[in-house]
């Protein structure tokens, strides 16, 4: 049974068609990454898994229980815990008090402290950076606050929006690296990304968004041999 399965999720922006009819699933354990060019859909997509948007139509069910209309806390609390495009990182607080933010559900201060150091294993670098004001951390620095922050939160599915925006090559192999980790580590993961070479490298399968619809779904090596992929994403 899929962890997660979105089913004809329509939305809108005022009469504007935001996404239209888009279903899709995400089996635990497994990276899902969302394609297209900016303004398919593909935030938009998230907000309405999260409740931060509300559906016209559709419903989304989590672990097989229907949480589509229910308030974001809510759908986080369930382990449904979402990594915002920009970061949204409190700048003039330290990196260790916008991690502790993410923990802000969980009660029990000792699994808090052990997440804590499982996300020092992870990113090295906060732990170093623990003290410092995250607004003056670099922009992959920032990135990792923010994935650091949601993983506070226990995830059973971290979605990512964008998180490649901004950073150079180097770090965008260096986020790779850490979503293929998290995963190895039992966090299933759904990843929407513009940088097409990056979500095809960590992924298992992939859905592509275009004006809002889902044209095209599949494994890795079905959508990296598609012609829609290659023309529209990997200059083919």
Same mark, same amino acid.
């Given at each position: 049974m899929a962890l997660l399965e979105a089913n004809s999720l329509t939305a809108h922006y005022g009469k504007s068609l935001a996404i239209e009819d888009v279903s899709l699933q995400v089996s635990e354990g497994d990276v899902v990454s969302i394609i297209g060019a900016n303004g398919a859909g593909k935030s938009t997509l998230l907000r309405t898994l999260m409740g931060l948007?509300?559906?016209? &139509? #559709? !419903?989304?069910?989590?672990?097989?229980?229907? *949480? %589509?209309?229910?308030?974001?806390?809510? *759908?986080?609390?369930?382990?449904?815990?979402?990594?915002?495009? #920009?970061?949204?990182?409190?700048?003039?607080? &330290?990196?260790?008090?916008?991690?502790?933010?993410? +923990? &802000?559900? *969980?009660?029990?201060?000792?699994?808090?402290?052990?997440?804590?150091?499982?996300?020092? @294993? $992870?990113?090295? @670098?906060? !732990?170093?950076?623990?003290?410092?004001? +995250?607004?003056?951390?670099? #922009?992959?620095?920032?990135?990792?606050? +923010?994935?650091?922050?949601?993983?506070? #939160?226990?995830?059973? $599915?971290?979605?990512?929006?964008?998180? %490649?925006?901004? $950073? +150079?090559? *180097?770090?965008?192999e260096a986020v790779g690296r850490a979503i293929r980790e998290i995963n190895e580590k039992g966090v299933t993961v759904l990843l929407v990304e513009q940088n097409v070479h990056l979500a095809l490298e960590v992924a298992h399968s992939c859905y592509a968004l275009q004006v809002g619809k889902v044209v095209l779904s599949g494994d890795i090596a079905t959508m990296r041999s598609s012609d829609v992929v290659k023309k529209a994403y990997l200059g083919g």
């Open positions: 948007k509300p559906l016209s &139509s #559709g !419903e989304v069910v989590f672990d097989g229980e229907k *949480i %589509s209309g229910k308030q974001t806390n809510e *759908i986080v609390k369930r382990g449904l815990i979402l990594v915002p495009e #920009g970061r949204r990182l409190f700048p003039y607080l &330290s990196v260790l008090s916008n991690l502790r933010l993410g +923990a &802000s559900l *969980i009660s029990d201060k000792d699994e808090i402290e052990r997440t804590l150091e499982d996300v020092y @294993r $992870l990113f090295p @670098r906060l !732990e170093e950076r623990k003290n410092q004001k +995250a607004g003056t951390l670099s #922009g992959g620095e920032q990135q990792m606050v +923010a994935i650091g922050r949601g993983l506070m #939160g226990k995830p059973r $599915l971290l979605c990512m929006d964008e998180p %490649s925006l901004g $950073l +150079a090559p *180097i770090v965008v």
